[in-house]
């Protein structure tokens, strides 16, 4: 395990909030990235604007960032008709994360989202399958260098477990978030799981930091935070978006804005939120503010 990872780590043990980074996507949009296009393709054919993304936040006061890898495993490449390409995507989306943490000595952990598949009976997929292109990913972004893995925006409980069993399979150290929607009947994920099946789900699977990210504006993630710290005495993690986008001239538009955001810090403290980050909509503003809010407590 890497120094920084260990420092890292101890901090987290200390009772210390740590601040992970913005949105990925919405930078990368800033800069060109159409709706659409394959954000992980910009690892090669826009290598600066993926490496500031990173910059950026560690500058905003970030403590680790993650990797523009999301989407890079087989079955969502596939869509976009780069499957051939897995490796260099993962490859190049760490090591440009590597290069802009590198003056900081800060942690990359490598982002892996969901393969936008489902198991049987739901989708197509049978478990074994999904299980292999996870390792598939975390193969490469083991090899690339990455210090730790970020498992988000995980919509279904059974495909969070398998990444995550696949991260620990590859010797991570596994940050891992499911994502909620607003029900008459409470949080749920897509497929209707409740806050109390996800958490144990993560925690069986082995994940060491248990959180939520996306979905969701901060007054409900603190909500939700409240609701998984009862229920397990690992680490907690919310990455919030900047509220509900709403859609402007063809464009998403997220109305929280940095000093509206910061203003739940506290209260994510008091709720038990070990590591804040911001999901859609973020920005290095946000992070900045983030972490005055973080000083203060």
Same mark, same amino acid.
């Given at each position: 395990?890497?120094?920084?990872?260990?420092?890292?780590?101890?901090? !987290?043990?200390?009772?210390?909030?740590?601040?992970?980074?913005?949105?990925? $996507?919405?930078? !990368?949009?800033?800069?060109? !990235?159409?709706?659409?296009?394959?954000?992980?393709?910009?690892?090669?054919?826009?290598?600066?604007?993926?490496?500031?993304?990173?910059?950026?936040?560690?500058?905003?006061?970030?403590?680790?960032?993650?990797?523009?890898?999301?989407?890079?495993?087989?079955?969502?490449?596939?869509?976009?008709?780069?499957?051939?390409?897995?490796?260099?995507?993962?490859?190049?989306?760490?090591?440009?994360?590597?290069?802009?943490?590198?003056?900081?000595?800060?942690?990359?952990?490598?982002? /892996?989202?969901?393969?936008?598949?489902? /198991?049987?009976?739901?989708?197509?997929?049978?478990?074994?399958?999904?299980?292999?292109?996870?390792?598939?990913?975390?193969?490469? &972004?083991?090899?690339?260098?990455?210090?730790?893995?970020? &498992?988000?925006?995980?919509?279904?409980?059974?495909?969070?477990?398998?990444?995550?069993?696949?991260?620990?399979?590859?010797?991570?150290?596994?940050?891992?978030?499911?994502?909620?929607?607003?029900?008459?009947? $409470?949080?749920?994920?897509?497929?209707?799981?409740?806050?109390?099946?996800?958490?144990?789900?993560?925690?069986?699977? $082995?994940?060491?930091?248990?959180?939520?990210?996306?979905?969701?504006? &901060?007054?409900?993630?603190?909500?939700?935070?409240?609701?998984?710290?009862?229920?397990?005495?690992?680490?907690?993690?919310?990455?919030?978006?900047?509220?509900?986008?709403?859609? /402007?001239?063809?464009?998403? /538009?997220?109305?929280?804005?940095?000093?509206?955001?910061?203003?739940?810090?506290?209260? !994510?403290?008091?709720?038990?939120?070990?590591?804040?980050?911001?999901?859609? $909509?973020?920005?290095?503003?946000?992070?900045?503010?983030?972490?005055?809010? &973080?000083?203060?407590?």
């Amino acid at each position: 395990m890497p120094d920084r990872l260990q420092k890292l780590i101890a901090r !987290l043990n200390a009772g210390e909030m740590l601040l992970g980074d913005g949105a990925w $996507g919405t930078q !990368l949009q800033r800069a060109g !990235l159409a709706f659409g296009d394959c954000p992980e393709e910009w690892n090669a054919s826009h290598p600066d604007d993926v490496r500031r993304v990173a910059r950026e936040y560690l500058e905003a006061g970030a403590d680790f960032c993650l990797t523009n890898t999301f989407g890079a495993n087989r079955y969502r490449l596939t869509r976009h008709g780069y499957a051939d390409r897995l490796r260099e995507f993962n490859l190049a989306g760490v090591r440009l994360s590597r290069e802009a943490a590198e003056p900081f000595d800060a942690v990359v952990a490598a982002s /892996v989202g969901p393969t936008g598949e489902f /198991v049987q009976p739901e989708g197509m997929l049978s478990a074994n399958e999904m299980r292999v292109a996870f390792r598939e990913q975390m193969t490469v &972004i083991k090899e690339a260098g990455a210090d730790a893995v970020c &498992i988000e925006t995980m919509y279904v409980i059974e495909e969070a477990a398998l990444a995550i069993e696949a991260a620990k399979d590859a010797g991570f150290f596994c940050f891992a978030n499911v994502t909620f929607d607003s029900s008459p009947k $409470g949080f749920r994920t897509m497929l209707g799981s409740t806050i109390p099946e996800a958490v144990k789900a993560m925690d069986h699977a $082995g994940a060491d930091v248990i959180g939520s990210n996306c979905g969701n504006g &901060i007054a409900e993630m603190t909500a939700i935070a409240r609701s998984m710290r009862a229920l397990t005495k690992k680490p907690l993690m919310i990455k919030s978006n900047a509220g509900m986008p709403e859609l /402007v001239d063809g464009t998403a /538009v997220y109305n929280e804005t940095p000093d509206s955001m910061a203003q739940w810090i506290a209260e !994510l403290k008091n709720a038990g939120v070990a590591i804040i980050g911001g999901c859609c $909509g973020t920005t290095p503003e946000h992070i900045r503010r983030f972490r005055a809010e &973080i000083l203060k407590s």
